[in-house]
Nanobody
Framework: VQLQASGGGLVQTGGSLRLSCAASGLSFDAYVIGWFRQAPGKEREGLAC????????HYADSVKGRFTISSDSAKNTVDLQMKNLTLEDTAVYYC????????????????????????WGKGTQVTVSS
């Protein structure tokens, strides 16, 4: 499994940014892709995850309503659209994957933890400035 996150950059508070995770080497009917972030001095935090087989999604409470995860089957990517960004959104953002066929809300919540994912891509830096 190979994952590559892209789309990070510098954005002002209140702005928007779209991250993309290019996935390869996995079965698109059996994997869940998640987005995480890690700010300096903080633990890695799960943001959102999406089942490639049925489109089920799960969001962390901290980003509900501001972040949207989606998949683009033509491009084999899972994107994270972020809006109304704040200084606290500054972090390195990672995408990750786990093979999973059970996608209940409870299962997705477990997968949206650092230990819930098996494969990780390199991160992309998002910096929000005032």
């Amino acid at each position: 499994v190979q994952l590559q996150a892209s789309g990070g950059g510098l954005v002002q508070t209140g702005g928007s940014l779209r991250l993309s995770c290019a996935a390869s080497g996995l079965s698109f009917d059996a994997y869940v892709i998640g987005w995480f972030r890690q700010a300096p001095g903080k633990e890695r935090e799960g943001l959102a995850c999406l089942s490639l087989s049925n489109g089920n999604t799960h969001y962390a409470d901290s980003v509900k309503g501001r972040f949207t995860i989606s998949s683009d089957s033509a491009k084999n990517t899972v994107d994270l659209q972020m809006k109304n960004l704040t200084l606290e959104d500054t972090a390195v953002y990672y995408c990750a994957a786990v093979e999973a066929r059970l996608t209940t809300p409870q299962a997705m919540a477990v997968m949206l933890t650092p230990h819930g994912m098996d494969d990780w891509g390199k991160g992309t830096q998002v910096t929000v400035s005032s």
